[in-house]
């Protein structure tokens, strides 16, 4: 009987410390999302001043559509670039 009171206590200290661990990957990963969140308000942020700047600046010119296409073109490669992909 003692043996099976050890054997629980021991199970059950395992699991309080599986439970800790799991809290903090789980604050870990809400603290990480927070963050790829923040970036990415950033980058969308920056991507929209890049098009209006082009919209406003050069809205039909030839200059204005190469800059488009030119920045549609690193994006592209940076997304390729990226673990997304």
């Known amino acids: ?10 199970e059950n200290a395992q699991l ?3 439970k800790k661990e799991a809290a903090s990957h ?5 603290n990480e999302l927070k963050l790829l969140s923040k970036e990415s308000t950033e980058h ?3 991507f929209r001043k890049v098009v209006e700047k082009a ?3 050069y ?3 030839e200059e204005g559509q ?6 549609w073109a690193s994006r592209v490669d940076e ?3 990226s673990d997304e992909y």
Do not use: G
């Not at 009987?1 to 021991?10: A, G, H, I, Q």
């Not at 190469?66 to 920045?71: G, P, S």
């Open 26 to 30: 789980r604050s870990q990963m809400e």
């Open 79 to 81: 997304f390729k670039k």
């Open 66 to 71: 190469d800059f488009l296409k030119t920045y």
């Open 59 to 61: 809205p039909h010119s």
């Open 16 to 18: 309080k410390e599986a």
């Open 1 to 10: 009987m003692e043996e099976k009171v050890k054997y629980l206590e021991k």
């Open 44 to 46: 969308e942020e920056a």
């Open 55 to 57: 919209v406003r600046d």
